[in-house]
């Protein structure tokens, strides 16, 4: 089988999504996710500029020497243009050879480790309030595990917080806006909100939170610890990652789980984490991590340790991403669970994927490849439109993590 022809999809179906579609000489094309939020025509221009003349007349069933060919060929490696990129390559091409050997993705990787794979909704509200009425829907729709986020009373407003409560998008259409943020009033009202919910829904839900990486390694300490009577499921990003040295300090101080790598792109950006034991739940996903090839190694290293995969699930990863990971979710052995923000009905018409939503967790279903695929008609009348996640000031106007 031969590569003949690739090219990059981008559309706007409510939000950007970049898409790769792949073509062999045998009639069948692969699909990958190339999204990176924020920064979709970089990935775009680096897949039809740099990569996809040197895909074609290769074969598709060896995405192993192509992942390499990639990764080592460019002398300049890693980053999230470049991983997005081999990523969305390798997406596509594990979908061709499932569709070429009539079989899902999952049975390429090892088969069926369970039978559905257990995700978490966002549930967020302007006050404590709000959010325990968000989060006692999601109980209703059948989520076993649940994220709640809060507005912060004296911040107007806050990341994470949606005005659009099943269909959140975090990017803003236009140039990025600015939001103000307080730690001091943050770190008072979590607590409050995480004690309301425990007693309220009791010990039967798992409960996580995200701290959007908006604080210093001790702050993440004390958060952690004020946290730890309402035994949450994870916090995370509670700190950047670049010093991956950080979390020491705040693994010193608490018990209350930490998950991290949303951001990650290798498994270099997990190494001290991992190696150390310093995180439980690695947050990295298909798209952003090179792929399932590279997402698998980064998933065995971390299962020496006894840390599992909690990959990132957006808006932002397309249904492509989505349909690669359950998949991949569907065999790993040391799986946690799946973040889950639903996409819109115009997201899904433009994607057609087999997975389904059953009483808290995904099914990915039984089409060979990973049983996503895109109405090209549909996807051309939604043109690209900038759009970014809003940048973060303390209240004194100083630019602050992340
Ligand atoms: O593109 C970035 C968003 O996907 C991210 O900010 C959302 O933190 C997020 C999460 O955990 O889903
Ligand atoms: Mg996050």
Known sequence: MKITDAKVLISSPGRNFVTLKVYTDQGIYGLGDATLNGRELAVAAYLSEHLIPCLIGRDPFQSEDIWQYFYRGAYWRRGPVTMASIGAIDIAL?????????????????????????????????????????V??????????????SGIPGILSTYGVAKDK?????AEKGLPTENLWSTEKYLLHVPKLFEALRLKFGDDVHLLHDAHHRLTPIEAARLGKSLEPYRLFWLEDPTPAENQASFRLIRQHTVTPLAVGEVFNTIWDCKDLVQEQLIDFLRTTVVHAGGITHLRRCADFAALYQIRMGCHGATDLSPVCMGASLHFNLWVPNFGVQEYMRHTPETDAVFPHGYSFERGYLIPGDTPGHGVDIDETLAAKYPYRPAYLPVNRLEDGTLWHW
């Open 136 to 149: 006692g829907k999601y109980a209703a729709m059948g989520y076993r595990a649940i994220r709640a986020q």
């Open 166 to 170: 099943l269909y959140y998008e975090p």
């Open 94 to 134: 594990w979908d061709i050879k499932g569709k070429a050997l009539n079989t899902p993705v999952y049975n390429l990787l090892g088969g069926k480790s369970r039978t559905g794979v257990m995700v978490y909704g966002h549930a967020n509200g302007r006050d404590i309030e709000e959010t325990m009425d968000e």
